[in-house]
């Protein structure tokens, strides 16, 4: 069981003595191989809960916990895809994705296959020897990614991982990333403040409020998925041109709208 676990969690931060609560008793659950999107203005607490998830960061009051797990620190049952790639821009693109199958010691003929695997999967054939600084910020992220994937860990936590890609780059990764969630189903918490992205990506999307952060609403995308039965596009666009999506994108907009903060208001 893999699942990821918020009970009760809220987070205040200390700053010159002062106390800033970031998070406010929030709960929620995402399932085993399910993909939870969480949307919310900046600065309300996403990456605070992405951070948690990861035991890079502690809750002040609540808990959280993956796999029936209270998290304690880093481990290797969860990875995490940030907006700054970090890839070792000493190595090869294959040496990026090998390095943490070294690291956990799988002997040399899995390691060869397992990398090539991910590198079709991420579509990153012939670019095996290239280096960081040669690559788009797409094909960089997509060796992210498979430097994650080939890990097998059973939980992905993603932080705005296409935040930084041009649109049309962005586009092709989220359809990317949807492909390989069905080839390789885990289970994904994935931050972003896109709503498209959000409702494409989603099982069901978490709505936040603005600071602090506390659940305005989830919602069911997936419900709307099947019914509708989306999966029969391969296109991102033909998605969101489903009244069906446009409706759930909608309601999230409005969601978000009443969370802007009064001075943004026109008179
Ligand atoms: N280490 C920290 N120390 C103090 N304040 C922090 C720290 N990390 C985050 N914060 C504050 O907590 C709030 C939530 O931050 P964050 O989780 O990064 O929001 P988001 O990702 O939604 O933009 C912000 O007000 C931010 O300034
Ligand atoms: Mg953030």
């Given amino acids: 069981m893999s699942d990821i676990v918020f009970d009760g969690v ?24 399910e993909f939870v999107t969480i949307v919310g203005p900046s600065g309300c607490g996403k ?5 948690l998830a990861a035991g890079l960061e502690f ?18 049952d969860r990875a995490v895809v940030f907006q700054q790639f970090a890839l070792f821009p000493w190595k090869t693109v294959f040496d990026n994705i090998e390095f943490g199958l070294r690291a956990k010691g799988v002997d040399a003929e899995e390691r060869r296959r397992e990398v090539a ?8 054939q012939g670019y095996e020897s290239a280096y ?7 094909m960089q992220q997509r060796v992210a990614i498979a ?10 936590l993603m932080d705005e991982p296409f935040g930084a890609l041009d649109a049309q780059t962005r586009v092709v990764m989220q359809e990317e990333l949807i492909k390989l969630s069905r080839v390789i189903p885990r289970t994904v ?13 989603a099982d069901r999307v978490v709505v936040m409020t603005r600071r602090p952060g506390r659940i305005r609403e989830i919602i069911d995308v997936a419900a709307v ?17 489903q009244s069906s999506f446009v409706h759930l994108r909608t309601s999230i907009w409005r969601l978000l709208r009443e969370q802007q903060a009064p001075h943004h208001v026109n008179h």
């Fill in 147 to 156: 430097r994650s994937y080939v890990l097998g860990p059973d939980v992905l």
């Fill in 132 to 138: 960081p600084h040669q690559l788009s910020g797409g």
């Fill in 189 to 201: 918490l994935f931050i972003t403040h896109a709503v498209e992205e959000a409702v494409y990506l």
């Fill in 117 to 124: 695997r991910h590198i079709e999967l991420m579509g990153l």
């Fill in 225 to 241: 998925r099947k019914a509708e039965n989306w999966d029969r596009y391969e296109r991102i666009e033909d998605v969101m041109d």
């Fill in 47 to 51: 990456t605070t809960c992405l951070r």
């Fill in 59 to 76: 809750p002040s009051a609540g808990t959280v916990a993956v796999g029936g797990k209270r998290v304690v620190g880093p481990g290797p």
């Fill in 10 to 33: 809220s987070r205040v931060f200390k700053r010159d003595g002062r106390e800033f609560p970031a998070l406010e008793e929030v709960s929620f659950r995402v399932a085993e191989r």
